[in-house]
């Protein structure tokens, strides 16, 4: 018998855990990996009392080409550990979590989001939602044993086995969530231009535009896929709107990620939202009066005075997720969540006219999407007009691949240095001073956010999903944060290579 303690594996596979779950180079996501991470996981849920013997755990994936064969090893470990695999097949992430709320089961999701396809990933959620920062110790924590001859030498399956029929309760459940909701009809005389890409959402994102009445252009579809980063859109995405914005008299042309919980949308001339403002958005047209969001984040979510109250948090949507949690606690009204990505979250149910959208406490595309039109049709105005309405505060965000996350560590720990503000200021403004003056402060809540007087920002984090240093910008004129964006991402450059 081969045992695999999963902390070790972490270290010597490659495989690390990032914000929901584990990623890496799909040749390190050899089956025994990822056999042995879900393996893990079950365990994990078992010592907590959380998976009775015999139930069942429901599986998806994403579109990319490793997804097929990791969903096999994985679906071997469920098997393994006596419990009943359901294939819901290719559909959203927030698709598989909520079926699994609804259930009542653990279910897992083959995707590794908007990272190219040489890279995949695994995202676990209880039967309660995603997994948190101590379940992720939890999973580390255990023991994996092998049976006999279940591996080749390469650490490929000795004897894969072909996944369950596909059900289709999870993908069409996910669908009438959005259909009983929102009134039909809600949508009718809008145009909307759908960017498919390799998203795995492509088809039910069409379906319920069309299904509420929208008028849908399907645009750029491809079997090969493309990743797509609602918080670093590619220069080509950026052109590829504006120039279908002005080839068609859309309304507004939308997307997702390739997992499907991460929303792009762009107003009338193609132009694509930040997706923390689509967040304040979306919030305020389902009523929130308790917000969640890290600290990352625009700033016009406090400026708007549209809620009743924002909490800061740490990036990444289990932080997100824990402070919703506490919220509900004490707070009356609707709480939510969103992230910089656009990932939305809802803590609490959401009732409009007799109507009840369940809580989904994961990050989801559509809700986003849905929310941002009708407020605008609420409003009688354009996606543009929404825009004018808030606070003028506008972000930029980039990064810089191929930075290993231990250099990224040890850059920022030189920048600033524990409990040594004075020199860490010197450090700072010596770095960026020339740039953006005198530092006012800040904030390591996660990363290092540097606010300077002038009100700009400069806010570096290493990503927890891959070896690339994030930098996120904040100013008061559009101008002003692209050309934040790109002095910060020659500095970083050089500061790579140094």
């Known amino acids: 018998m081969k045992q695999i303690q999963i902390g070790q594996l972490m270290e010597t596979s490659g495989v690390k855990f990032g914000t929901s779950g584990a990623r890496g180079l799909v040749e390190s996501m050899t089956d025994e990996v990822c056999y042995s991470y879900t393996a893990a996981f079950l365990q994990h849920l078992e010592q907590q009392g959380e998976l009775n013997s015999g139930s069942a755990v429901a599986i998806a994936g994403d579109l990319r080409p490793s997804t097929g064969r990791i969903l096999t090893a994985c679906a071997a470990a469920i098997e393994d550990q006596g419990y009943q695999v359901i294939n819901c097949g290719r559909i959203a992430s927030p698709a598989i979590a909520c079926y699994g709320l609804e259930q009542g089961i653990p279910t897992l999701m083959v995707t590794g989001s908007h990272i190219p396809d040489d890279r995949n990933g695994i995202k676990f959620n209880k039967a309660d939602g995603e997994i948190l920062k101590e379940d992720e110790q939890g999973i580390r924590n255990q023991k994996v044993t092998i049976p006999p001859g279940k591996f080749t030498a390469d650490g490929a399956l000795a004897t894969p086995s072909p996944l369950p029929p596909q059900q289709q309760e999870a993908g069409r459940g996910y669908l009438q969530r959005y259909l009983d909701f929102f009134p039909q009809d809600c949508l009718a005389g809008k145009r909307v231009g759908l960017y498919e890409h390799s998203s795995v959402v492509r088809d039910a994102l069409f379906e319920i535009l069309d299904a509420l009445g929208a008028k849908v252009t399907r645009l750029g579809r491809t079997d090969k896929f493309t990743p797509v980063d609602t918080e670093a859109i590619r220069p080509e995405d950026i052109r590829l709107a504006r120039q279908w914005a002005e080839e068609h008299d859309f309304d507004c042309i939308v997307s997702a990620d390739g997992d499907g919980d991460r929303p792009l949308i762009s107003d009338e001339r193609g132009n694509w939202l930040r997706g923390d403002i689509a967040g304040i958005l979306c919030a305020r047209y389902l009523g929130a009066r308790t917000v969640a969001t890290p600290v990352s984040s625009n700033s016009a ?66 809700i986003v999407i849905l929310g941002v039109m009708l407020l605008a049709r609420k409003e ?58 005198k530092v006012a402060g800040i904030d390591n809540t996660d990363g290092l956010r540097i606010t300077f007087e002038s009100g700009d920002v400069v806010h570096l984090r290493p990503s927890g999903n891959a070896p690339e240093l994030r930098c ?4 008061g004129s559009r101008q002003r944060v692209e050309a934040m964006q790109k002095t910060c991402m020659a500095i970083l450059g050089g500061w790579k290579n140094s």
């Open 301 to 366: 979510v406090e400026k708007s005075g549209y809620f009743d109250r924002v909490i800061r948090t740490r990036i990444g949507s289990p932080y997100v997720i824990a402070a919703m949690n506490e919220a509900l606690t004490t707070d009356t009204g609707p709480v939510v969540g969103y992230e910089a990505n656009g990932g939305f979250l809802t803590g609490s149910d959401i009732l409009q006219k007799n109507r009840t959208l369940r809580a989904l406490p994961t990050r989801d595309a559509i």
């Open 472 to 475: 996120y910008n904040e100013a």
């Open 380 to 437: 009688n105005s354009s996606i543009a007009g929404l825009l004018k309405q808030l606070p003028q505060r506008f972000t930029a965000s980039d990064r810089i691949e191929e930075f290993p996350t231990e250099l990224s560590h040890s850059r920022l720990a030189w920048l600033y240095p524990d409990g040594d503000n004075e020199l860490a200021r010197n450090r700072i403004e010596t770095l960026f001073g020339s740039h953006f003056g």
